[in-house]
């Protein structure tokens, strides 16, 4: 959610709470105030109607249309006794003239004469109409909310985005930024405590990747140089043991060779490594057009005679032709890894179908055991059953190369067959 | 043939003064950039092997000091850095080839076989071992002074041998040199048996004198008379 939506969101509920309290308050306030008056005028009138009544003189007439309508009744003793002098109520009364029901303020007053007898004056007047007020300020209100609120939303939305420019110049910069690539300064101008302090801090957390990528590039380097010779020295003495060989039995050569194949072993794994930190460093900058078609039909012929053994059934379809501008030698690794992938974790004797289409590599083989976990299978050294002299590592090769020239590469697990698609982009 | 190897490592150092000792070349040694530099002003070599990093300066100062004295000598620079960087630039000071640690005894020999092959004939020189000749530029392959037709792969397994003479090969490293890097998950060598006995029988068929021997449990060997 973008924070200006955020804001809004929060705004429009305290809002909404502050109008609503608001308004029940301003309600209040306005009927006690109406009533009030209205009381004070009720009185007025009791007041003149029961001196009348007491002094015996004429009473008024009283008006039609309920306007100032009052009723003198005699009442038994018993009911004077428990109603209070003097009570106050909204009543709905009945309007003959209109032949309607109106709201209106009644005032009861219960008194007795000279004689002891007890009458109850009856003194009303129509009064507003509390539901049509109550509507009328809720319609208000929400009219006043909306229009705050879309007030409010201007005004947050340009205030927001005035004041936070260097918000999202610092957010840009973040995303357009790579370690170890080349990225444009961060040149942003603030008088904000805040931002300063935010672009200061992503400039030191910069830096300290920066610092950090390097000294792992100049660590894997080093480990590099400092492994190869090593190999280097175990490898040649062992070959110069054999090639004065006249005094080595069968066996103890068997033995010099399992020890090559693991120094071979050492050797792919530190040079697999070396082209992993090679990609993921970018140093494979010469590009040239790359017929896949061909290169796909050159690997598979070779893995075909290597791989005869595991009597598997090969197919190529051809849909049509598909070349990209990359590294010949990664759209090399890419393309052998995959098909070699197939050939070896592929079942023996199972069918392998490679089909190249303008924009699409697949590359399926048959295999049991159901489908791999799509999630770790492109991780570096993730095995679904370990295999002897397999460094692991093939496929997170492919993943660097796809990930540096942006294709889309995908493992699926369809009619128990395995299937890598690589899509490139058009 | 007068080599000079530039390595710093005393150990690698050893190994390779032995190997081309044995192969009847005249070699010279230098642990560390002054002596090189050294060795480089007092004498000519044919071929010189120099790895990069070296203590008291880069191998490719040498490279720099050798156009300057228009040097004929083949350079192979040997590196454990196998960078993108370091190759092209070293060829571009006009190194002749780039030879990535860690190497086979048998490859390096190869190399230098084909740098000074370059250097004194042009490269228009056959590899001769017996009665087989083998024009590399050509693929073109005579036994006995006669043509033999080989097929793609079994002309690329004999030009591996003939450039590694009495070299004892090791059937993952031959299978890696022809048919690239594929092979490192096979656990089965059919394939090279199946090639290596066409090629036997095609070379005994045209009369070769050479011998490409099995070594068993290991590898091959080519044996001339």
Known sequence: MKLVYRILLHLSWALSLLLAAWAVLFYVTMIDEINDEVDDSLEAR???????????????????????????????????????????????????????????????????????????????????EKDDLREAILYWIVCLYLFLLLLILLITVVVLYRTMRPLYALLRWLDGYTVGARNPPLAIDTSVTEFRRLNDAARRYAERAESTFERQKQFIGNASHEMQTPLAVCRNRLEMLVDDAQTLTEEQLGEIAKVQRTLDYLVRLNRSLLLLSKIDNGQFPEAEEVDI?????????????????????????????????????????????????????????????????????????????????????????????????????????????????????????????????????? | MKILIVEDEPSLREIMVRTLVREQYVVEQAADYAAALDKIAAYDYDCILLDIMLPGGSGLRLLEELKQRRSRAGVIIISARDSLDDKIEGLELGADDYLPKPFHLAELSARIRSVLRRHQRDGHESLDAGNVHLWPDSRRVEVAGREVELLRKEYDILHYFM???????????????????????????????????????????????????????????LVQP
């Open chain 1, 46 to 128: 009791a007041e003149v109607i029961l001196t009348r009544v007491l002094a015996g003189r004429e009473l008024p007439v009283a008006a039609s249309e309920g306007n100032n309508a009052y009723f003198l009744n005699e009442v038994s003793d018993e009911y004077a006794a428990v109603q209070p002098r003097e009570r106050y109520s909204d009543e709905e009364i009945f309007i003959p003239e209109r032949d309607d029901e109106e709201p209106a303020r009644v005032l009861r007053k219960v008194f007795h004469d000279r004689d002891g007898k007890w009458y109850e004056l009856t003194v009303m007047t129509p009064t507003i």
């Open chain 2, 163 to 221: 450039s590694r003479p009495n070299h004892t090969v090791d059937k993952t490293a031959l299978a890696e040199g022809v048919w690239g890097d594929h092979i490192d998950q096979a656990d089965n060598f059919d394939f090279v048996y199946a090639q290596m006995k066409n090629l036997r029988r095609k070379l005994h068929d045209a009369g070769a004198d050479i011998e490409i021997r099995a070594v068993y449990g290991f590898g091959y060997k």
């Open chain 1, 293 to 426: 078609n061909a290169l796909v039909r050159r690997t598979a012929e070779d893995m075909e005679e290597i791989y005869a053994y595991r009597g598997m059934r090969f197919t190529l379809t051809d849909e049509g032709p598909l070349t990209m501008r990359m590294n010949p030698s990664l759209a090399g690794s890419v393309v052998a890894n995959l098909v070699k992938n197939a050939f070896v974790h592929g079942d023996a004797g199972g069918e392998i179908a490679v089909t190249v289409a303008p924009r699409r590599l697949t590359v399926a083989n048959s295999g049991a055991g159901g489908p791999l976990d799509a999630g770790h299978i492109f991780d570096r050294f993730y095995q679904g059953a370990k295999k002897e002299g397999s460094t692991g590592l093939g496929l997170a090769v492919v993943d660097a190369v796809c990930r540096l020239y942006g294709l889309k590469v995908a493992y699926s697990y369809i009619n128990g067959r395995h299937c890598f698609t690589v899509e490139f982009p058009a």
